[in-house]
């Protein structure tokens, strides 16, 4: 046998020997990321295909073509204001994260690990705690800090688990934060379709995100999260860095060009940035000044106004700021096309109304009261939501399509309307962790593909859901339904 067969064969052997190495629990997930990235379409196409079976719905409970079609219409512009909001969330999550002093904090706290599985917790740990803040700036700055950590030749990382771990806020722990969409909807009244807030009423973050039983589940994601980031990483001798992958580590070049007409002077000057941040701050004061702290920060444009006064602040001038939307912008291709689609569908639920005068809503809230009870509502809930989750990569704006019935449904069965907000927030999440859609910023940081980090965040995924489902139930009990309030 020549030396070139002998090599081949060597080199089958050595990955069939890994591949019967790994556990059972990561073959599963390389199997389930494999057969997603080979079948699985753009995220687009199931929201259509939710729209066609809500369409056909409608008509099998004899709604007229044309009652479809102008519910259809009348639904589709209906979150518009809504649409921009999430968008801007996006924006202003990565410029904030790729401003320089934020890349001098990531150098800063890259320092701070003492072994590689300590960086995997470490990573773990700050993604899930600043995605209850911001699910940008968590999924950008957590990427960055990995980047930042693998540079170090004193550390021994591997390189697959730490970006895993940097995608964790956006699979555990940010839909039960600040920057969360079906919290920050209920919260506001005019973001609200005008078909669903008498279902809802107006449910303010002392009701959803500041509940007690709330911010106990997301301590317990928290510290989850981070211990088993820590469990799952390989040790030091099975670890691969980022040189074992062939990822390269080049510093990003983020410096500006120079300034080469007088026309671009206050393109590079910090002067419109430090009056407008001053307009905005006089604001931002007022509104906290005026009104309770939790309505305030509840507001959605209250919310978006401070974070991109600080992006335009960490980025100093007009240029470097500009530079930064721009780079930000595709990130909200998906929120721009999916989310009129989405009031769409709410519109046809509500509004297409059978021959018998009832919506698909009442048909399906129905059903929901049917299969579930007060005691097992979360239940019920928790796993319906976890499952069309996968299937429809929403960043929670399917709350639209879900939100008229099992509302209602949670209304009929005398449920807490604000825990029944989180018990969505807290299961829709959790698909993120083996669906490849939401990885893609991150993966184009990392030089990484979906089945690097599928194995690691397929263990988060399993624990996370015994652990969620398990609180929603036991939690329940705990609290009082109160009607809807419309304000």
């Not at 079609?69 to 999430?86: D, E, K, Y």
């Not at 080049?250 to 910090?270: N, Q, V």
Request: glycine content about 6%; aromatic content about 10%; charged content about 10%.
């Amino acid at each position: 046998m020549s030396d070139e067969s002998e090599n081949v064969v060597s080199a089958q052997a050595l990955r069939a020997q890994e591949v019967e190495n790994v556990p059972a629990l990561e073959r599963l997930a390389l199997r389930v990321t494999a057969w997603c990235e080979k079948w699985y379409p753009d995220a687009f196409v199931f929201v259509a295909l939710t729209v066609l079976a809500v369409a056909l719905g409608a008509l099998a409970i004899g709604a007229s073509p044309r009652t479809v079609a102008v519910s259809f219409g009348n639904g589709f512009w209906s979150l518009i204001p809504f649409t921009m909001q999430m968008a801007m969330v996006a924006i202003t999550g990565y410029v904030i994260a790729s401003s320089p002093p934020v890349a001098r904090l990531v150098t800063r706290a890259a320092k701070v690990p003492k072994s590689g599985r300590a960086a995997v917790a470490y990573v773990a740990c700050l993604s899930v705690l600043t995605s209850l803040l911001h699910w940008a700036i968590s999924l950008v700055f957590a990427g960055l800090l990995v980047r930042e950590l693998a540079r170090r030749t004193d550390l021994r990382m591997d390189y697959r688990a730490a970006g895993a771990a940097a995608y964790l806020g956006i699979g555990a722990t940010w839909a039960m934060g600040l920057s969360s969409s079906a919290a920050q909807l209920q919260a506001n009244p005019a973001s609200i379709p005008a078909t669903l807030l008498p279902i809802t009423g107006v449910i303010p973050f002392s009701e959803t995100l500041f509940l007690w039983q709330s911010l106990a589940i997301a301590a317990a994601l928290v510290v989850s999260s981070t211990l088993i980031a820590w469990w799952t990483a390989p040790g030091h001798a099975r670890a691969r860095t980022a040189a074992d992958l062939g990822v390269t580590l080049d510093t990003i070049d983020d410096e500006l060009p120079a300034r080469e007409r007088p026309g671009e002077w206050l393109e590079y000057s910090p002067a419109l940035i430090i009056v407008l941040f001053a307009l905005g701050a006089g604001w931002v004061i007022n509104e906290f000044a005026s009104k309770n702290w939790l309505v305030a920060i509840s507001g959605l444009n209250t919310y978006n106004l401070i974070f991109l006064l600080l992006g335009m602040l960490l980025h100093w001038r007009p240029k470097r700021f500009l530079r930064a939307v721009s780079k930000a912008v595709p990130v909200t291709s998906g929120v721009l096309i999916q989310f009129p689609l989405y009031g769409a569908i709410a519109s046809m639920l509500t509004s297409a109304k059978g021959a018998a005068g009832e919506s698909l809503t009442h048909h399906l809230s129905t059903l929901f009261v049917s299969i579930a009870s007060t005691d097992t509502f979360a239940l019920v809930m928790g796993v319906y939501s976890a499952v069309l989750g996968f299937f429809v990569p929403s960043g929670g704006g399917k709350w639209i399509i879900e939100a008229p019935y099992v509302m209602q449904a949670a209304n009929n069965l005398h449920v807490h309307l604000g825990w029944a907000v989180q018990i969505y927030n807290a299961a829709e999440a959790l698909p993120n962790l083996i669906n490849p859609f939401w990885m893609l910023p991150l993966l184009g940081i990392l030089g990484l593909k979906a089945r690097d980090l599928v194995g690691f965040t397929f263990a988060q995924f399993i624990c996370g859901t015994v652990l969620v489902l398990t609180m929603l139930w036991l939690l329940a009990p705990s609290l009082a339904y109160h009607p809807p309030v419309i304000h």
